[in-house]
T-cell receptor
Framework: DSGVTQTPKHLITATGQRVTLRCSPRSGDLSVYWYQQSLDQGLQFLIQ???????AKGNILERFSAQQFPDLHSELNLSSLELGDSALYFCASSAQGEGFTDTQYFGPGTRLTVL | AQSVTQLDSQVPVFEEAPVELRCNYS??????LFWYVQYPNQGLQLLLK??????LVKGINGFEAEFNKSQTSFHLRKPSVHISDTAEYFC????????????FGQGTTLQVKP
């Protein structure tokens, strides 16, 4: 158990809908990362927040947005869903948010299926 | 731009045999290198990382990796595998910046047979 929790575990929805994925980081960690894992794209970095502020952005679609709240939990919002958004979405957390010193601890993921 | 190439998508091996999972990276700047393991239906777990210093890095579960700057490689090795090592293994890089962004390879499935 990494200490990172993600809810829900599974999500099934229809095209065009909007969903929210939630992540609670390990106690004391200030940085949260979101990754998408799909069969065709592999594991891709989406976005990083550090202590409530956006720190780095990857291949995140404009239909997707994220935020980190004062209690440090984070939410990833996916809207106007398409079939291709079906994937496993991972959240990770680290103490500070610097790649060369921190270890990222991954949650178990949320599996999103868009029908 | 930086990228990570894992040269084998699947590696079948018998129990107690040695294994090497290959990873090559491309980057014009210094990078930091990681190996993660993903067991079925679980999140990723860090096996080991190279930040600086000794090029031979030891990790958890008996794994080790060697950083080779001239060949831009970071291959993962284990001298004797167990059935429980069956999993997907990901090589990743991070640039020397103030972010934690990880670039992952496509993954290698290690299948350990009895």
């Amino acid at each position: 158990d990494s200490g990172v929790t993600q809810t829900p575990k599974h999500l099934i929805t229809a095209t065009g809908q909007r969903v929210t994925l939630r992540c609670s980081p390990r106690s004391g960690d200030l940085s949260v990362y979101w990754y998408q894992q799909s069969l065709d794209q592999g594991l891709q970095f989406l976005i990083q927040y550090y202590n409530g502020e956006e720190r780095a952005k990857g291949n995140i679609l404009e239909r997707f947005s994220a935020q980190q709240f004062p209690d440090l939990h984070s939410e990833l919002n996916l809207s106007s869903l398409e079939l291709g958004d079906s994937a496993l979405y991972f959240c990770a957390s680290s103490a500070q948010g610097e790649g060369f010193t921190d270890t990222q601890y991954f949650g178990p993921g949320t599996r999103l299926t868009v029908l | 731009a930086q990228s990570v190439t894992q040269l084998d998508s699947q590696v079948p091996v018998f129990e107690e045999a040695p294994v090497e999972l290959r990873c090559n990276y491309s980057s014009s700047v210094s990078v930091y290198l990681f190996w993660y393991v993903q067991y079925p239906n679980q999140g990723l777990q860090l096996l080991l990382k190279y930040l600086s210093g000794s090029t031979l890095v030891k990790g958890i579960n008996g794994f080790e990796a060697e950083f080779n700057k001239s060949q831009t490689s970071f291959h993962l090795r284990k001298p004797s595998v167990h059935i429980s090592d069956t999993a997907e293994y990901f090589c990743a890089v991070s640039r020397s910046s103030n972010t934690g962004k990880l670039i992952f390879g496509q993954g290698t499935t290690l299948q350990v047979k009895p």
